[in-house]
């Protein structure tokens, strides 16, 4: 079985991930220093308690095991923090990330998968963005992002690095055994936040903006089931093992909802009302937000299968467990 480092796999996305590679027959260890992840969540899987920006920790590890790749999923991801507190970004995003790259150089481990985002891309120009989009991030985590994009396609130029850049749009659902699921503290994404109100841990939702130029006055994001977006890396990682190339592509269903059509389709999935409370547009928010997934389908031969309801039915299972 072929080692695969999991940086950040105790978090949301990382362990989906391990049981998809577990499933393909490589061998998960994580290495997550558990800020925001979860020690149960990794299940089976060994665990290193440990920062990515400790070079002795890695040097370590990766004298122990010869990996065949690295994922690396861990970043501190919320927006609004990051402008608050945009060194926080910038050192654990971007500085650690370069400790990780320089011990992955030390050991001639050249095979790397990124978990990036949309926000590189800043606010869009079209309804639906592709990889060709200007890079106009307009917050400090965006940046920390398109940041570490660069770094790592300097290290490839020289030789040193094969990659995969993967753009996530709206990562949601869990797992459909409901082994795992989405546990983000404090939680900001919004299908999480209305299974709270649905558990009755919530009294309500807001909603942030109802005179979008959209078909219901709400904002409409792409959203992808976790198991998706899991097996576009399985996908990656097994291109770049064979063939040594670099990729960057986008993670979409290439479809959107509204606010209101997730919430209906909460309403109906759990049989609650969720109540809604109107407040004001934040800014920075974009009317429309949908990923254009054309490339990643030809070059990782891959397309989001799951839709809207199947993406709540298992959000919703997970929580009701
Ligand atoms: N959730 C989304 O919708 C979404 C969308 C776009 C991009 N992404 C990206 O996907 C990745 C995973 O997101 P997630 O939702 O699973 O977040 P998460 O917070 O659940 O997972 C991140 C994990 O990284 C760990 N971590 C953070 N800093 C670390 C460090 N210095 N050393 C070791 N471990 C560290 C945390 O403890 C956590 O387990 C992130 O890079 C995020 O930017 C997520």
């Given at each position: 079985?072929?080692?695969?480092?999991?940086?950040?796999?105790?978090?949301?996305?990382?362990?989906?991930?391990?049981?998809?590679?577990?499933?393909?027959?490589?061998q998960?260890?994580?290495?997550?220093?558990l800020?925001?992840?979860?020690?149960?969540?990794?299940?089976?899987?060994?665990?290193?308690?440990?920062?990515?920006?400790?070079?002795?920790?890695?040097?370590?590890?990766?004298?122990?095991?010869?990996?065949?790749?690295?994922?690396?999923?861990a970043?501190c991801?919320?927006?609004g923090?990051?402008?608050?507190?945009?060194?926080?970004?910038?050192?654990?995003?971007?500085?650690?990330?370069i400790?990780?790259?320089?011990?992955?150089q030390?050991?001639q481990?050249?095979?790397?998968i990124?978990?990036?985002?949309?926000?590189?891309?800043?606010?869009p120009?079209?309804?639906?963005?592709?990889?060709?989009?200007?890079?106009?991030?307009?917050?400090?985590?965006?940046?920390?992002?398109?940041?570490?994009?660069q770094?790592?396609?300097?290290?490839?130029?020289?030789?040193?690095?094969?990659y995969?850049?993967?753009?996530?749009?709206?990562?949601?659902?869990?797992?459909?055994?409901?082994?795992?699921?989405?546990?983000?503290?404090?939680?900001?994404h919004?299908?999480p936040?209305?299974?709270?109100?649905?558990?009755?841990?919530?009294?309500?939702?807001?909603?942030f903006?109802?005179?979008?130029?959209?078909?219901?006055g709400?904002?409409?994001?792409?959203?992808?089931h976790?198991?998706?977006?899991?097996a576009?890396?399985?996908?990656?990682?097994?291109?770049?093992?064979?063939?040594?190339?670099?990729?960057?592509?986008?993670?979409g269903?290439?479809?959107?909802?509204?606010v209101?059509?997730?919430?209906?389709?909460?309403r109906?999935?759990?049989?609650?009302?969720?109540?809604?409370?109107?407040?004001?547009?934040?800014a920075?928010?974009?009317?429309i937000?949908?990923?254009?997934?054309?490339?990643?389908?030809?070059?990782?031969?891959?397309?989001?299968?799951?839709?809207?309801?199947?993406?709540?039915?298992h959000?919703?299972?997970?929580?009701?467990?």
């Amino acid at each position: 079985m072929q080692p695969i480092l999991i940086v950040g796999g105790a978090g949301y996305i990382g362990s989906h991930m391990l049981l998809h590679l577990k499933t393909a027959g490589y061998q998960p260890i994580v290495l997550d220093n558990l800020s925001t992840g979860h020690r149960e969540a990794v299940l089976d899987a060994e665990l290193i308690v440990g920062d990515m920006n400790d070079a002795a920790l890695l040097s370590n590890l990766f004298s122990r095991y010869s990996f065949s790749a690295v994922m690396h999923f861990a970043a501190c991801i919320e927006v609004g923090e990051s402008v608050r507190d945009p060194l926080k970004y910038y050192k654990n995003n971007v500085a650690a990330t370069i400790t990780l790259l320089e011990a992955m150089q030390k050991h001639q481990i050249e095979t790397l998968i990124f978990s990036s985002t949309a926000a590189v891309y800043g606010l869009p120009n079209a309804a639906s963005i592709n990889e060709a989009h200007p890079l106009n991030p307009i917050n400090p985590y965006g940046r920390s992002k398109l940041m570490i994009e660069q770094i790592i396609q300097d290290l490839a130029q020289q030789g040193k690095l094969h990659y995969a850049i993967l753009r996530y749009f709206n990562a949601a659902g869990a797992d459909a055994e409901a082994r795992i699921g989405e546990c983000h503290q404090p939680e900001s994404h919004l299908i999480p936040l209305l299974l709270q109100v649905a558990r009755g841990e919530r009294k309500n939702i807001t909603v942030f903006g109802v005179d979008y130029p959209t078909i219901d006055g709400t904002c409409v994001r792409d959203y992808i089931h976790v198991d998706d977006l899991c097996a576009a890396h399985l996908s990656a990682l097994n291109i770049l093992l064979a063939e040594k190339r670099n990729l960057i592509c986008n993670l979409g269903l290439g479809h959107g909802y509204t606010v209101l059509e997730v919430i209906n389709k909460v309403r109906q999935i759990t049989g609650h009302s969720i109540p809604i409370i109107e407040g004001q547009a934040r800014a920075g928010d974009p009317p429309i937000l949908v990923a254009d997934a054309q490339l990643a389908y030809r070059e990782l031969k891959w397309q989001a299968q799951a839709d809207l309801a199947q993406i709540i039915t298992h959000a919703w299972q997970y929580v009701e467990i």
